[in-house]
Every structure is written in structure tokens, then in C-alpha cells.
């Protein structure tokens, strides 16, 4: 009969607790961001032996080498490089634990921020503010809106509580907010009106495009077709539709944020062959739901219903606004 190994006992107790404090991390950390012992030790308001001290116990508990020294420089080791990674994970965990924690025993926030892509129906962000703000008045608000990689970025920097995204940024879950149909428009008096027919590449390629920049500082985020050899970039939606209204280009933007141009004639749908409509998701991103704040999530459940609310009437309408599935 075969003999079965019992399974190794459990570690004691003490053991299963780190030997390395966040002080001491924090200070490697400090190293390596400010470029030197001097340099952390002043960003820290500590003694430059105490930052030392602190580096030389993590290497010695760890047993191994996070510095090298090469010429006259110190450079660091490959293993400092993972424990560096390791360790700005760790520090951005235990900060988010006591910004979570601290939410959590207040209840309410005296602010709330959020980040909104432009492309969100105005009036429909407004309202929820509104709603919001006869419910807390004393909660304050603050909005970026943002273009593209902008609510991707401010959501993972840890700028916003929520964040209204194209795309929901690695790392994150986003919940589907709605759909928007956006449509090809000029003036009516645009020379790609004046064709009579159905437009095609070609003609689209010999007028200007107008864009909206993004708002991420990495912009590498392309919208759309690029086919145009004109274009003009600007930096907020007012500007980008004055241009349209104005005859100076064309482009394709989301129909109910220039529902009333269309109404009154100033802008017009483009008869494009193929391609006059596209669609956009967007996603609404908690920037912490395990310590999400009671007005963070206030906030989302309005945002749920009324574009719910508004969905239901378009779809009634027989307007294709629909939540993303």
C-alpha cells in the first residue's frame, strides 16, 4: 500500500507577514524617481543615511542587489527593475485601499469628479448633473470633457471618479452606457451638396475634414477616416460645429449633438454611396468599485436610467440610439 505525504504545514503566523515596511519601499521607489540617495532623501524630508538605510535593508532581506556600480554611476539591476515595477503596484494598492477606506466611513464626498467624451449627449449629462445636485447641493462637481484618449487617461490617473470612454482602458470594467449614431454633414451650401448625386472616396478626398484634437496627451487614437488630404483640428465641439455651420469643411459627428443645425438648415446629411453613417460605444468607468462613494455611484445609476429613459423614447421614434450590447 502505497504511502500518501501529508501536505507541508502551514507557515507560522509571523511569517506570512512582509519583512519589508511601505516606508522602506517607499524610499526605493524614491531612489529611482528622483535619480540618487541626495535627491530622495530631500523629496522624502529625510536624512539621506535613513533613505540609504532603508534600500540596504531591502537588499539585504531579499538578498540580492537592487543597485549596481558601473563607471560612476549607479545603475539598476534587472532585479531592481521588477522589484520597482512590484513596488509602485504596492504602493498605488495601499493608496487606494485608504482613499477607498476613507470614502467608505464619510459615506458622501464633498466633491465629485468626472470625465465625459464629447461625443456624450450634452443635455443628457447636464440633466443627471442637475438631478444629482437637487439631491447633494452640497457636493461639488467637476467635469473634463474629453476627446478620444482623455477619459481613458484621466480614469486611470486617477483624476476622476467617473469617466464617460470610447474604450474601457486595460485593467478596468466598464459598463455599456449607450450608442450613438453619427451621420456625414456639410452647410447646405457646401460644394459636396452641389454635386446632386451620391458622393463617393473621391470626392470626400478633394475637401477639408474637419477633426475635434484628442485630449490624451499620448493622441495616438485615430477617429475615423483619415482620407482627406485638407483638414482642420481644433480643440472643443463649439468651434468644431460653428466650422461646419460655416461652410469650411465636412465630417461625421453624432446626429443628436447637432439635431437643432439639422433642424434649422444649417447643416445638412451628406448622400454618401457608402459609409454616411457610423456608430459609437461608449462606457461608463468607475474609477474604484470595491471603494466606489456613495455619490459616485449615485451618479452612475442616474446616468443608467436616463439614458435608458432616452433610449426607450428614440426607440419608440424609431431612432437607432441604443445601448451597446
Not at 204 to 212: A, E, N, P, T
Amino acid at each position: 500500500m502505497t504511502k500518501t505525504t501529508p501536505p507541508p504545514a502551514p507557515p507560522p503566523l509571523a511569517a506570512a507577514y512582509p519583512h519589508i515596511t511601505l516606508e522602506q519601499w517607499r524610499a526605493l521607489l524614491a531612489v529611482i524617481d528622483a535619480g540618487g540617495y541626495a535627491q530622495a532623501a530631500e523629496a522624502l524630508h529625510k536624512s539621506q543615511s535613513s533613505v540609504t538605510y532603508a534600500v540596504q535593508k531591502i537588499e539585504s532581506l531579499l538578498n540580492l542587489k537592487v543597485f549596481e556600480i558601473k563607471g560612476r554611476k549607479a545603475m539598476i539591476t534587472e532585479a531592481g527593475q521588477v522589484l520597482y515595477r512590484r513596488a509602485r503596484t504596492l504602493m498605488e494598492e495601499a493608496l487606494a485601499l485608504e482613499r477607498g477606506a476613507s470614502a467608505m466611513a464619510d459615506g458622501w464626498q464633498p466633491e465629485l469628479s468626472i470625465a465625459a467624451d464629447i461625443i456624450f449627449p450634452t443635455w443628457l449629462l447636464l440633466e443627471c448633473m442637475a438631478e444629482f445636485s437637487r439631491e447633494r447641493p452640497e457636493t461639488r462637481i467637476e467635469l473634463y470633457e474629453t476627446v478620444l484618449g482623455g477619459s481613458d487617461e484621466a480614469i486611470t490617473e486617477g483624476k476622476v471618479d467617473l469617466a464617460i470612454c470610447s474604450t474601457v482602458p486595460a485593467g478596468y470594467f466598464g459598463d455599456a452606457l449607450i450608442q450613438l449614431r453619427a451621420i456625414a454633414v456639410a452647410h447646405p451650401d457646401h460644394p459636396l451638396h452641389q454635386l446632386k448625386r451620391a458622393l463617393t472616396e473621391q470626392d470626400l478626398r478633394r475637401h477639408r475634414h474637419l477633426f475635434i484634437r484628442d485630449t490624451g496627451t499620448d493622441r495616438s487614437r485615430v477617429a475615423g477616416w483619415q482620407g482627406a488630404e485638407q483638414r482642420w483640428t481644433v480643440s472643443n465641439k463649439a468651434t468644431f460645429i460653428r466650422a461646419l455651420t460655416m461652410g469650411m469643411g465636412f465630417a461625421w459627428f453624432p446626429e443628436d449633438a447637432i439635431r437643432e443645425e439639422l433642424a434649422n438648415g444649417t447643416l445638412k446629411a451628406l448622400p454618401l454611396r457608402e459609409g454616411s453613417e457610423k456608430f459609437a460605444h461608449l462606457y461608463l468607468v468607475q474609477a474604484d468599485r470595491d471603494y466606489a462613494s456613495r455619490d459616485a455611484q449615485r451618479f452612475a445609476e442616474l446616468l443608467h436610467s436616463r439614458v435608458a429613459a432616452n433610449c426607450a423614447a428614440h426607440d419608440a421614434s424609431g431612432k437607432p440610439n441604443r445601448k451597446p450590447k
